[in-house]
């Protein structure tokens, strides 16, 4: 099993959980095998600085790493609809615990043991309860794969018509 956990600084089994998932610094990847941790792999989060859907940028990644669960502090409706179409175990709640401790308590059971002290900038968000998605395939999730994937387009376009913009102002 892959578990993605976003961190708040260089990652590893000693950070933090990060209040956020798109916009985390890093992803600290740990393989679980027989309920022990066996391998761990940090990332730099690509969609960090990323002009606009950073969730959606952070979720395919998650999922070009073949990830089966992410421990996380909150998430966003993109991410989310992202991770759920992927097969993505998604559990929140995880803010501010050690990377380590996050996956040993997920490992005793999907929800934290005890309450998660947010850190400061986490108190803006809002908070969500842990949950997991499993995807069904039926017409309704059809339609819904089309419009997430109308939405993704749509982004993409803004972002071209952005860096075309761009590219103009700098040939001036």
């Known amino acids: 099993m892959k578990i993605l956990v976003p961190t708040q600084g260089k990652g590893g089994l000693e950070d933090l959980v990060s ?3 798109g916009r985390a610094p890093t992803f600290t990847v740990v393989e679980v095998e027989n309920e022990e941790i066996k391998k761990t792999e940090v990332f730099e989060n690509p969609a960090a600085s990323a002009f606009r859907g950073a969730g959606i940028q952070a979720a395919q990644f998650a999922a070009e790493k073949g990830v089966n669960v992410i421990l996380t502090g909150n998430i966003g409706p993109n991410a989310s ?3 759920q179409q992927s097969g993505i175990e998604v559990v929140f709640g995880y803010a501010g615990l050690k990377v380590r401790d996050a996956v040993e308590s997920y490992l005793k059971g999907p929800v934290p043991a005890q309450p ?3 850190k400061a900038k986490a108190s803006s968000l ?3 309860p842990a949950m997991s998605f499993q995807p069904k395939e039926t017409k309704i999730d059809l339609e819904f794969q089309k ?4 939405l993704q387009k749509q982004m ?3 972002q071209i018509a952005y860096l075309e913009k761009k590219i103009k102002e ?3």
Request: zero cysteines; charged letters at 25%.
């Open 156 to 158: 993409i376009e803004e």
């Open 126 to 128: 809002p908070s969500m």
């Open 116 to 118: 998660i002290p947010q």
């Open 147 to 150: 419009r997430l994937l109308e």
């Open 170 to 172: 700098l040939e001036k």
């Open 81 to 83: 609809m992202v991770l």
């Open 19 to 21: 209040p956020v998932f």
